[in-house]
Each structure stands twice: as C-alpha cells, then as structure tokens.
C-alpha cells in the first residue's frame, strides 16, 4: 500500500477548528455522520473484578449483555442523538478470539435491537487488545498472538462493526524505561523509529481488512506512551513538562496510520488527535473530565474543545447510589455532549471551545500544548517534512520552544523544580544526529538489547 502524504494542514482559520465538525467527515453504514455538526457521546465498559475462563464464560457474556442494555436504556431515556460504543476486548478475548467475539455479537445485537425498536442509531468501535507484547521480547509480524489479533479484526468486521481501532504497543518495550528514566531521546527512538515502523506494518493489516469487509478503518492510540507518562506525572514520579512534551511527540506515529488508510474517528485515548485533525481533517474522538472513573488528569475541559466523539475512556460494570457505572458515564457523556450541540446550534461553537481551552491551559504544560492555537503551530512543523523520525525530532524540539515561551510570557504556571527540565529536555533532543541511520546505529548500542528484536521492526 502506497501511504498517503499529508503536506499542509486541513484548516485555513482557526475558527473551523471546533468540536463537532470535521473536514472529513466519517458516514456509517446506518446513516450517523461522525465530524458532521453533532457531537455524540461514546461509551466504554469492561467487567467487574472477576475471572474469564470457560467456567465463567457464560457468567461474563451475560455481564456484557446487561452492560449495553443498561447504557442504551439511558440513552434513549436522554434523547441521545446517537452513540458510539467502544468494545475494547480484554487479553483474555484475544487470546481466545471465540470468546471476544461472542461478546462483539451480544453488544452488536442488543444495539440493533434499540435502533429498530427505539430508533436510537448506535455504531461499536472494535478494539482488540494488542496482545503482542505478552512474548518478551515482543514478537510483532507473526504468530499466535498477532493472527489472533487479526482473527477478531476480521471475523467483527465481517458480522457488523463499524470502526476498527486498535492502542498498538510497538516500541512501547523500550519507551517504558525511557519514560522512567525522563529520557527524550530514548522515546524518540521507541517513536520516531521503532512504533513507525510497527505503525506502517500493522495499519495495513486492519486497512486491509476494514477495506475487504467495507467498514470504517479507524485510528491508533499512544495510551501506552504519552497516557502511561501523564498518569505518572500526575503520580509526581517525573516531570510534568516530560509528559507534555511527549503528549506532542507520540503524533508523527500516530499519523502513520492516517497514512496508511486510517480515515478516523480516532481513539478517545489519543490525546494527540487533536493535532491529528489539524493535519487530515478526520473526525476525532477524546476523554476528559467525564473519563475521571479511568483516570484523573490536568486536562478535563481542553480535550473537549475540537472532538467529534466524547468519551468516558471506560468504567467497570460496578454498582453506585444512582445505578451502575456504566449508566452513570453515559448519562455524563450525553449531558455535556447535549450542551456543547447547543452552543454550536446557537452559533457559539467557537467561544464555548474558547471557554474549554480557557479554563485548563494556563494552569499545567499538559493542558497548555493542547490549545486549538498550539496544535496548528506544532501540526504545521510536523508537515514541513515526510519522514517519522525527523517529525518526532521536531515536534519535540518545537514543544519544547513553546512550553519554554509560555513560562516567560507568564501563561503557563510551572513548579520552579520543573524549569529545569525544559533546558535537560532540548540539551537531549540537540544530541541526537539529524541522520535517521546514524541515530539508529547509535541507539542499537544504547538501548537493552534484550527487550527488543531489531528484525520485528525492520531493522
């Protein structure tokens, strides 16, 4: 597959960049239009704590069937316009694919159900759980955990998903320690080198097979990389300004998969969709204060101010005062979703997006790179050049110029003890050679070579 190329961005004014709308819009087979003008809520569940075994299988299948009921019945209850659900296998439903998609089939079939007895139109989001890393070394082009992977892909497309998505883990085997160890250059490699190439390999397999069976070919999700290093900023472990910088440059690995077919609504837990549509237009979905039952972050409202798709990230199938934790996400999600479809119908869209940016940017370097403005300044570096590697030195090196600005200007506030890392970041982007093969040899002899196979990547 010839990847396509994407040279300028997808906006002339910062005014069309809102939530909502998109460029390129994504049709569904049943008629809702993701990026079209409505906002719509999308749900996520797992189970409670509980085993999945052949024991306790038909235990789970009912768990599930009582989750998408539950979480349809509040919908409808709430005049929801139309929801997306997320089914994110667990390992176990990947690694036996029969029993991920028993559960696709049950949720599938309760959500057509609703459309043809209530009229409430609802596309899944299939999401199998990238397995691959459970070999260590991961082994990431072949075998049992890759073709099961596949097998759930390609079985869910063939009886009714809608949107194939994936939170890939290429490179993750080495950005782990990078992320301890606050190592830019380190996660640039994972990035820029080694999840390219895993990004380029794996989206043609599930555009492929989106293509083959005529569904939607979705997007990807750094939850592994930038998520994993927001979660332990937050925890204090490293710098807050290490996570933001990474929150940017984790997008040249993410757009291989636009590249490589993907057309969106990309992953709710890919905070760098928003520099996605800057680039390509695709619709986008994002989590934010609605998802705190997952995770708490510093960028409640901002990640709200140009998505498609609001998410809760996902909930387990708990019991609460009001009702189930399912329940209680999607009654959230409808309610912010109803209020942000009322400002746009008002012609308010781009001051409520204001009011969303606002609120979080000045107050955390994680909230501050994701303003509308921002994202242009940091998706029109990423087109200036075709190639991962360099767009990951450059998104992180321009990250950095920006979060380094808003300190001096005194729009950003930063702990004294975190400023330092500013100057520590660019001192390890400024080594890294501008040859992409001089960089590679180089890393070969840093990086452990025990937790990777340079051949799974290409190399």
Same mark, same amino acid.
């Given at each position: ?66 989750? *998408? ?139 492929? *097979? ?68 800057? *680039? ?88 501050? *790179? ?90």
């Amino acid at each position: 597959m010839k990847p396509r190329q994407f040279t300028s961005l997808a906006y002339n004014s910062l005014d069309e960049f809102i939530y909502g709308k998109s460029p390129n819009p994504v049709t569904c087979k049943n008629g809702m239009v993701i990026g079209g003008g409505t906002l719509y809520p999308e749900i996520n569940f797992t189970l409670p704590n509980m085993q999945v075994t052949n024991e306790t299988l038909m235990e789970v299948l009912d768990t599930y069937h009582d989750i *998408i009921t539950g979480v349809l019945t509040k919908a409808h209850e709430l005049h929801a316009p139309g929801v997306v659900v997320e089914y994110e296998t667990l390992p176990e439903f990947t690694y036996n694919p029969a029993w991920g998609i028993q559960v696709h089939r049950i949720l599938r079939d309760t959500m057509r159900e609703f459309e043809v007895k209530h009229g409430l139109k609802s596309v899944i989001r299939m999401t199998p759980n990238d397995v691959r890393e459970f070999n260590r070394p991961p082994i990431m082009r072949s075998g049992r955990y890759f073709n099961n992977m596949l097998d759930v892909f390609d079985t869910t497309a063939k009886e009714g998903a809608d949107i194939l998505s994936i939170e890939s883990t290429g490179g993750k085997e080495i950005n782990d320690e990078a992320i301890i160890n606050v190592d830019l250059k380190t996660s640039i490699f994972a990035l820029g080198v080694l999840g390219a190439r895993d990004m380029a390999f794996l989206w043609q397999h599930i555009s492929n *097979i989106a293509r083959a069976n005529g569904v939607i070919s979705g997007g990807d999700s750094a939850c592994g990389f930038a998520n994993t290093a927001m979660v332990l900023a937050e925890r204090k472990y490293i710098p807050k300004v290490f996570a933001a910088v990474l929150r940017a440059t984790v997008t040249p690995r993410a757009l291989v998969a636009l590249e490589y077919g993907a057309v969106g609504p990309s992953k709710d837990c890919a905070y760098e969709n928003l520099y996605l549509k800057a *680039i390509t237009g695709t619709p986008i979905s994002m989590e934010g204060k609605s998802a705190a039952c997952a995770h708490f972050s510093p960028i409640g409202n901002i990640a709200a101010a140009c998505t498609d798709l609001w998410s809760n990230e996902s909930v387990q199938q708990i019991k609460l005062l009001s009702g189930f934790a399912p329940e209680v996400s999607m009654e959230q999600l409808v309610y912010d979703c109803r209020l942000m479809n009322k400002a746009a119908e008002k012609g308010q869209a781009v001051f409520m997006r204001d009011l969303l940016t606002e609120s979080d940017c000045y107050l955390d370097p994680q909230a501050y *790179i994701l303003r509308p403005d921002v994202a242009f300044r940091i998706a029109e570096e990423i087109v200036k050049t075709q190639d991962a590697f360099s767009r990951t030195v450059n998104t992180a090196r321009l990250s950095l110029d920006i979060l380094s600005d808003a300190v001096k200007n005194k729009e950003l506030v930063i702990d004294d003890r975190e400023l330092k890392y500013i100057d520590i970041l660019r001192e390890q982007v400024d080594e890294i050679p501008e040859d992409e093969e001089e960089f590679i040899a180089e890393m070969l002899k840093e990086v452990d070579a025990d937790k990777f196979i340079p051949e799974e990547y290409g190399l």
